[in-house]
């Protein structure tokens, strides 16, 4: 049997529970894969009650025998890294064993994150919300082909004068053009060379290795971070996260051919939900909003912020579905809307009178979008940790059976709990 190779990505604006549906997934697979962004993502994993944060480390890391990889087109802070292996080690999981990071991550520097502040700080009200993290920065000095990167550890010599160059870069723009303080160069080298040790054990050829496993036929999950509606050139720019986080995204930020990748499955939350600043046409700025973020537990991970809920919005997702060639979807926290009287579906908008089916790019033209919508019956009825489609209230079915429609897209699974498997399969993805 050859590799088959299946792309989950997000179909919003992020914590659409990637996370736990990967982590599902990977009794099928040999690895997961993550292919951009770092570690603003924040993937929670629930086993058997227990709760698991993941944010740089694939979430596959919660499965034994799971080889979990860092891919090229990921931005990675060592501090973040070291430190997140040892929260896992703390709870009885170690990863070291299975994680290869490949050599050609950008290294997210203590400099990017001040970079992150200062930038959001100048902004003032237009700020974007980012984590803070220094994603942003060190996406920057990548393409600018100034970023030092894993690799580069294992010069230390080298990489100090790297550094020090960098850094004069970095403390130009903090005190001239932020006016805040600049950083030391050798304090930062010294503390981004302390994780030498831990990281370079870990670093692998991603690519050797995937096309190795592909090759002894084991199958292999790539793990979009993010959403589409926060790529950095589908998304709702400029309030987007600075990596593509389309499904497009895996080959190049993996190390693999387009071909090797065979289904995209798009995760979809039965309602939406946005962390930071930016257009969002179905908000609910009312009580069910309020309800939402309370029963859906919606603040972030990564930053503890509470996260901005509306409705489903089916435009939105009809680009999604478009730009990423999707073949089949996953609909999570179904159970967060049980009890409610009525649902809405956003089926469309109205842009300056006109009728429109498609989300636009950019912020400013989201920003005119007046969502039309269509009422369905809610349900009274429990779903959560349900396992069987038939075991459905006849409204929750009606309510996924018209999202499908729709978006014109199958619904594979539906999720009715944050455990693992609390889950209902229609259609696998690796089938
Ligand atoms: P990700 O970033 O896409 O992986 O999503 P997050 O983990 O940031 O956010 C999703 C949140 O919803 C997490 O707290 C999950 O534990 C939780 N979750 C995932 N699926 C379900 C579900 O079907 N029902 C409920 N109630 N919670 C879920
Ligand atoms: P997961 O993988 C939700 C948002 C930030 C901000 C914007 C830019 O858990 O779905 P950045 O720090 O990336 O420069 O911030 O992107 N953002 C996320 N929102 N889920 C995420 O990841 C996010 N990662 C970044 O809130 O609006
Ligand atoms: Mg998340």
Not at 359 to 380: K, T
Request: charge should be negative; proline fraction near 6%.
């Amino acid at each position: 049997m050859g590799s088959r190779n299946v792309i989950i990505f997000g179909s919003q604006w992020g914590d659409e529970g990637k996370g736990k549906i990967v982590d599902w997934l990977t009794e099928s697979v040999g690895g997961v894969v993550r292919f951009q962004g770092g570690h603003n993502a924040g993937h929670t994993l629930v086993i058997g009650g227990r709760k698991q944060v993941l944010r740089l480390i694939p979430s596959g890391m919660l499965r034994p025998d799971v080889i979990c990889y860092i891919g090229n087109g990921v931005v990675v802070s060592p501090e973040a890294l070291t430190k997140e292996i040892d929260e896992l080690k703390a709870s009885g999981v170690d990863p070291e064993p299975r994680l290869r990071v490949s050599g050609s991550c950008p290294l997210i520097l203590p400099s990017h994150v001040a970079l992150d502040q200062a930038r959001e700080a100048r902004r003032g009200n237009a700020k974007i919300g980012t984590t803070g993290r220094g994603i942003g920065p060190a996406y920057e000095d990548k393409v600018a082909r100034r970023a030092v990167r894993v690799n580069d550890l294992r010069d230390p010599a080298g990489f100090r004068a790297r550094v020090t160059d960098l850094m004069e870069y970095h403390n130009f723009l903090l005190t001239k053009y932020y006016g805040a303080e600049a950083l030391d160069p050798n304090a930062v080298a010294d503390e981004v060379l302390g994780y030498s040790d831990r990281i370079l054990p870990m670093v692998h050829d991603v690519p050797a290795l995937l096309a190795a496993a592909m090759a002894r036929g084991e199958n292999l999950l790539f793990e979009g971070a993010q959403g589409v509606l926060l790529d950095v050139d589908h998304g709702t720019y400029p309030f987007v996260t600075s990596s593509n986080c389309s499904a497009g995204a895996a080959a190049a930020g993996a190390g693999v051919g387009p071909g090797a990748l065979h289904f995209v499955l798009g995760i979809v939350k039965a309602y939406t939900t946005r962390v930071g600043g930016g257009p969002f046409p179905t908000e609910l700025s009312d009580a069910i909003g309020a309800r939402l973020a309370e029963k859906g537990n919606e603040f972030g991970s990564v930053t503890g912020r509470p996260r901005r809920c509306g409705w489903i919005d089916a435009p939105a997702l009809k680009r999604a579905i478009q730009l990423n060639g999707v073949g089949g979807l996953c609909i999570t926290k179904l159970d967060v809307l049980d009890g409610l009287e009525r649902v809405k579906l956003c089926v469309g908008y109205e842009v300056d009178g006109e009728r429109v089916d498609l989300l636009p790019f950019g912020a400013e033209a989201v920003a005119r979008c007046e969502p039309v919508y269509e009422e369905m019956p809610g349900w009274s009825e429990n779903t959560f940790g349900l396992t069987d489609y038939d075991a459905l209230p006849t409204n929750a079915r009606r309510y996924i059976e018209r999202i499908s429609t729709l978006v014109g897209a199958p619904i594979d699974i539906v999720s009715t709990g944050p455990d693992r498997d609390q889950t209902i399969l229609l259609r696998h993805p690796f089938a």
